[in-house]
């Protein structure tokens, strides 16, 4: 079974990029074919800043957290070219009316990004990733569900018009952890500033947490779990014992939720302290992270370039 997922160098990874993604793939690698990519063509449509720099830190993040380029294959988007080849070609028969109606689009232009084509044609470029590599599972969260339904249409289209050609893909979701919460309490997210970042400095972590919103419930008073962003995403960090404990901490009241940031910040520092070493490792080591990246490209470009060729001949280039 040929897995594929990837993220974007829009900056450092946060827990959601972990637990949403991350995690499952690092734990499918010795079962799957995984194949993971830092997205950089799809962070454009956000114009972050320091790309290049960005996309040599996801890739330091990645292997940190577990991503082995030996059992896998891992590369930087734009190191295969094809993909934006392909990206024009499913162009010509991508519907507009298909594109008009995904939710993240909508949903990036009322958080207030531009309205570039870019943004709006990022569905494309996203099945032009998955078909491009004849992808059969890609794990997504509840809000990529839609891009990858785009991209089965897509597919079925194109086999239509032209014969089979696309394995059409099938979405992989964790519904414990599809959706993320940022401190905020909405799905944690760059773009939303609401993230708890799993590189941050001692400083910086022990900040972003103390910043989640919670309630004004008095110290000796017993608090409400269910719906409190720390107790939210500390749950993520623990078993179901674990899960009890806390539950128990917070019914019996005598704690504020400092007290239960305070904790929400040991969990973080421990269950991540090997990833954060080795990531300031391959972070001194560039040379290093840049040919396990090509190591990878090799390989995908390979894959690639079999699959232009047999749409060559389909659709007469």
Known sequence: MRVLTGLQPSGDLHIGNYFGAIKAMVDAQNTQDMFIFIANYHAMTSNPPNLR???LKAAAAFLSLGVKPDICTFWLQSDVKEVLE???ILSQITPMGLLERAHSYKDKLAKGLNATHGLFSYPVLMAADILLYSSELV???KDQVQHLEIARDLAVKFNEKFGDTFILPQAQINEEVAVVPGID???MSKSYK???DI?????????QISAIITDSSPLQAPKEWHSCNVYKISRLFLDESGQNNLQARYERGGEGH??????LNELILDYFSTARSEYERLLAKPGEIKEILEFGATKARKIAREKMQELYAKIGL
């Open 53 to 55: 720099q960005n996309s």
């Open 86 to 88: 392909l990206y024009w």
């Open 139 to 141: 794990p997504v969260g």
């Open 185 to 187: 309490g909405e799905k």
């Open 194 to 196: 609401n993230t708890i």
């Open 199 to 207: 590189f941050a400095s001692a400083k910086d972590l022990k900040k």
């Open 258 to 263: 400092g007290h239960f940031k305070a904790y």
